[in-house]
């Protein structure tokens, strides 16, 4: 069987301009990066063209058997297509961190991949990196402000804001730095972030144009004076130099899936520490070009589309015609408690335990008052009594289901997905969101912790809680919440796979992204830089004398 590099690299892709040219786009509209890449001016997204319907993909809690959300989201835009319906594919740019560590990149599998792939989930266009550029701007501009005499009054030991940079790097979460004498800076305690959990990529995510994005930018809370008092970007005086390295980046990315279908990858905030979804210009801008555009939203329902609905939603004004929720019968047998090694022996019966997460993650979309259906991301292994399972599961609880073969075939495997998401479509759906802004900031994080997580309440330590009190005397206390928590359970134990019950949600750390416009809730163990594993990815790439890259997935 070929592997997805092989798959992408044996692609007979077409030139950008022609995917621009049959969206109706030309000129200055397309800026072409190479034959195969190109950047769309994002001045697109407020054109007075009607919107298309918006279709989210999300997915159940993630295992180690693999969900294949993006692989799904590809393959049924390309159906979709097939169909005779003008759909956009919207995504997120993968990271550094993940592609040399061991989740991976995020260019779809098989034969439902996006193109060209390596470019994609290595440098791209460079905006990630352009993205850590401006973080780093303003974490040297801090401290040279402290340097050159500190006229904000900056208490050096409540800077807030960290350097990042787009790698798993352990050794970087906790640092001093300013060493070697005065003339080398003043000595403190640091550390680093992965840039995709950089505020910065929020802001980029979540900005209107260019004008949002330098209010946004200025916005950034990123120390505190010695009498307590906040220190924003714009008072450092970084905020228009930080816009100048990001105005390229604001551009969305247009590429292409396997089938020659036009896609758009554009930001990447992950969502287990961050609101985990493409920016709200490349929905937008999709939405404009297109009849439907299909989306994805990161990790399990629980946080990529809760946030995606809570924050992303109500931030750009958007409202899913229809949402996907991707499952496994291997995840399903995963949460049933199987361990990873077995997952390829017929078992019904831990397909049916396992279904707790599932028919969960079903209500909590319900709950969002917007129309759902299941896509079976098919496996070779997977038996019928295994699937019917899952079909009698779905329709228990009044949401069909439908099995998505898009890996092996491409949008042929895709046509009966696509088939039941335009029978579920309501395009007069409105988001009702988990709590109103007006709520109290423990409110809205008990809001989510009850209703979507399903726990029994919230523990606060001391540090958390005084946090909570200090924003809300600043005036953020009306902003929406944003929950960085594990991924692989509903609660922020990753241990408790399924769909656990009388568990309390333990808030650790509470941090500010006033330019993003959300307080971020920091649950459980939760890093903001990753580590990589014992033998990463990073291990098995390899390029050869032609440039061939080998070992990317």
Not at 305 to 325: H, M, Q, S, W
């Amino acid at each position: 069987m070929l592997s997805d590099i092989q798959i992408a690299q044996a692609a007979k892709m077409r030139p950008i301009t022609e995917i621009a040219a049959e969206l109706g786009l030309q000129g200055q509209d397309v800026i072409p990066y190479g034959h195969y890449k190109a950047k769309l001016n994002h001045l697109l997204a407020k054109s007075d063209r009607p919107e298309g319907k918006l279709i989210l993909v999300t997915a159940i809690s993630p295992t180690p058997a693999g969900e294949g959300k993006t692989t799904t989201s590809v393959g049924l835009a390309d159906a979709m297509n097939a169909m005779g319906k003008k759909t956009m594919l919207c995504l997120r740019e993968p990271s550094l961190g993940p592609v040399f560590g061991i989740k991976g990149g995020a260019a779809g599998g098989g034969y439902a991949q996006v193109v060209p792939m390596e470019d994609i989930n290595l440098h791209f266009t460079g905006d990630i990196h352009a993205i850590g550029a401006a973080n780093n701007l303003l974490a040297a501009m801090i401290d040279n402000s402290i340097q050159q005499g500190n006229p904000l009054n900056i208490d050096a030991r409540r800077i807030t804001w960290k350097r990042c940079m787009d790698m798993n790097d352990r050794q970087l979460r906790f640092i001093v730095d300013g060493l070697g004498g005065k003339i080398n800076g003043t000595p403190r305690e640091d550390g680093f972030d992965i840039t995709v959990a950089s505020e910065v990529m929020a802001v980029f995510c979540l900005a209107k144009d260019l004008t949002d994005l330098k209010e946004r930018l200025s916005r950034i809370v990123c120390a505190y004076t010695y009498d307590g008092k906040p220190v924003t970007a714009g008072q450092i005086g970084a905020a228009g130099a930080m816009t100048a390295l990001l105005k390229d980046a604001l551009d969305p990315n247009l590429v292409q899936t396997l089938e020659n279908n036009p896609a758009i990858i554009h930001g990447g905030p992950f969502a287990n520490i961050a609101h985990g979804c493409n920016s709200a210009i490349a929905t937008k801008l999709s939405l404009k070009l297109a009849d439907y555009v299909v989306t994805e939203a990161g990790f399990g329902a629980d946080l990529g589309a809760e946030k995606f609905l809570d924050i992303k939603c109500r931030y750009a004004g958007l409202n899913p015609a229809a949402v996907v929720l991707v499952a496994t019968v291997r995840a399903l047998k995963s949460h049933g408690g199987v361990a990873k090694a077995d997952l390829n022996k017929p078992n019904a019966a831990a397909v049916r335990a396992g279904a707790a997460n599932l028919t969960r993650h079903i209500e909590n979309l319900q709950g969002f008052g917007l129309p759902v259906c299941v896509a079976i991301n098919a496996f070779p292994t997977d038996t019928e009594e295994e699937m019917a399972v899952i079909h009698e599961i779905c329709a228990k609880v009044g949401v069909p289901c439908a099995l998505s073969e898009v890996f092996a075939k491409g949008g042929e495997g895709g046509k009966a997905l696509a088939e039941t998401v335009l029978s579920v479509m309501d395009d007069t759906a409105r988001v009702q969101y988990t709590y109103p802004l007006e709520a109290s900031l423990t409110e809205k994080i008990e809001a989510v912790a009850k209703k979507i997580y399903r726990a029994d309440g919230v523990n606060y330590t001391a540090a958390a809680k005084k946090t909570l009190e200090e924003l809300t005397a600043l005036g953020y206390g009306n902003l929406p919440v944003c929950i960085a928590k594990t991924q692989y359970s509903f609660s922020d134990d990753a241990k408790l796979i399924g769909a656990p019950e009388g568990f309390a949600m333990n808030v650790r750390e509470v941090r500010l992204s006033a330019g993003a416009g959300f307080v971020v809730v920091i649950c459980g163990s939760i890093m903001t830089m990753p580590g990589l594993p014992k033998h990463p990815a990073a291990m098995d790439i390899d390029v050869d004398g032609e440039g061939k890259i080998t070992g990317l997935f």
